[in-house]
């Protein structure tokens, strides 16, 4: 496998358009990832599902503007240049 | 400020001139020499006092080529202005992104730092004391305490691979510039997610250790060492070499990798001991110690395998 530096960007920019696409409502609530499910017991150490629920929402909250510019210039790249 | 647009417009025009003809002094006797007058003789002494110090006899031999060539001078002096100016920008967006002081500390080395770290790295098991000395709550910098971890070998280890995998290729004639490209950026981008799917376990796992991320850079850049050992006992002693040096390697850097992560990621649980959540956190912590661990080999064996055959 011989990667390039522009693999490694595709890759993460695929990545997260997948975690940005995930519908709070329509899905994630339904599998029991909703946000008003996590605030669970008080303590100092929250469990894997909490934490990821956390991630999924801040990636979600945080990438959402950047990655319109972020696609739209892939787009425009790989519409140019194949 | 209109000193250096002057100087730059002198600059210019005796440089369009001065292509067919350097010697001629009527070229350049006007346009320079008008051009700024206190600037030039303030780089005209710096220029004496490093030409006269090492030359002693032909000093003013030396003062009259820079008097006699202003444009060179009037050059020098919008050239060493651009290169300050360019030096303040980059500084200035650098230390937006990654704090220069941080990253310092891990280029911090000495000689004797680094051949201790390289030995440890190639045979690590007897060494007693693992702890990462601390000097009021600050880790101290690798010159003094040879567990503390950097990030000059692992850069330097990663130039020296490139250069072993061009020449490994190019003995067996399969050599070309864009494969060396290809090759540094495979290995760099394997150490990219590397420190990435580290990232993202430690903060799922909740591990809150005081490894910031140029620590994971460093842990993950050590096995550039096992790689160009891998690589040389491949060159120097065919396929059995390889295979040999690939274990040894293999079992000195998991063993290095598991005694150091102990330390920092295991010992943490001392801080936060609860008593009924504590029994799957030292497990799972063990885990990504162990993976970690058990990775290095994997990546090792893909990243020189074709470079030996």
Known sequence: MAFTLYSLIQA??????AVAVLHEERFLSKIGWG???????????????????????????VM???LIAVNSVCIVL????G | ?????????????????????????????????????????GYYTPGYSIGGAPVGGPADA???????DPMASAAMMYGSSLANQGKEIVNKEISRYVSVNKLKYFFAVDSKY?????????????????????????????????????????????ITYILLAGMALGIQKRFSPEVLGLCASTALVWVVIEVLVMLLCLYILSVHSDLSIFDLFAYSGYKYVGMIFTVLGGL??????????????????????????????????????????????????????????AFQPIIIYWLTSHLVR
């Not at chain 2, 400020?1 to 210019?12: E, K, V």
């Open chain 1, 12 to 17: 993460v920019i695929l990545c997260v358009n």
């Open chain 1, 35 to 61: 946000v008003d499910q996590s605030i669970g017991g008080f303590g100092d150490e929250p469990g894997i599902k909490v934490q990821l629920m956390n991630l999924v929402r801040s990636v979600r909250t």
């Open chain 1, 64 to 66: 959402r503007v950047p």
């Open chain 1, 78 to 81: 790989l519409l140019l240049f």
């Open chain 2, 1 to 41: 400020m209109d000193l250096p647009q002057h100087g730059y417009r002198a600059s210019a025009k005796p440089r369009a001139r001065a292509g067919p003809h350097t010697g001629d002094p009527l070229l350049f006797a006007d346009t320079s020499s008008a051009a700024p007058p206190m600037n030039n003789q």
């Open chain 2, 62 to 68: 030396g003062v009259n080529n820079l008097f006699a």
């Open chain 2, 114 to 158: 680094v051949m201790k770290k390289l030995l440890l790295l190639v045979f690590p098991y007897t060494h007693q004391d693992w702890e990462v000395r601390y000097h009021r709550d600050t880790p101290l910098t690798p010159r003094h305490d040879v567990n503390a971890d950097d990030l000059y070998i692992p850069s330097m280890a990663f």
């Open chain 2, 236 to 293: 120097l002693f065919g396929s059995d070499g390889y295979f040999v040096a690939l274990t040894w390697s293999s079992c000195a850097l998991m063993f290095f990798i598991v005694r150091s992560l102990k330390m920092k990621i295991l010992s943490s649980l001392s801080h936060d001991s609860m008593g009924a959540g504590a029994t799957a956190k030292p497990r799972l912590r063990l885990y990504i110690t162990v993976a970690t661990a």
